[in-house]
Nanobody
Framework: QVQLVESGGCLVQAGGSLRLSCAAS???????MGWYRQAPEKQRELVAE???????NYADFVKGRFTISRDNAKNTVYLQMNSLKPEDTAVYYC?????????WGQGTQITVSS
């Protein structure tokens, strides 16, 4: 079972930047990796995902502001977040998805103040 540990969440001012990291407990070479977020009283939603080959997909609300990347040698996926907005406030979750199973991290809180 893959364990995922997110880090990098904190309080930041609007317009600022953060980088989230997600470390996997074992090789993620063959896994699709993604970042999701969940704001209070809202459903969890996809933010960005990256395939084993490096293809990326972004939610419209983060296009041009966020960048997902992966370092398979370090078993780590990153989310660079720029031009943060108060509406980006949420718990951000790392996700690893294989052919059969999906795994979730425990989440990291990002709060963007106006």
């Amino acid at each position: 079972q893959v364990q995922l540990v997110e880090s990098g969440g904190c309080l930041v001012q609007a317009g600022g930047s953060l980088r989230l990291s997600c470390a996997a407990s074992e090789s993620m070479f063959s896994l699709n990796m993604g970042w999701y977020r969940q704001a209070p009283e809202k459903q969890r939603e996809l933010v960005a995902e990256i395939t084993p080959g490096g293809s990326t997909n972004y939610a419209d609300f983060v296009k041009g502001r966020f960048t997902i990347s992966r370092d398979n040698a370090k078993n780590t996926v990153y989310l660079q977040m720029n031009s943060l907005k108060p509406e980006d406030t949420a718990v951000y979750y790392c996700n690893a998805r294989g052919l059969i199973r999906a795994y979730w991290g425990q989440g990291t809180q990002i709060t963007v103040s106006s």
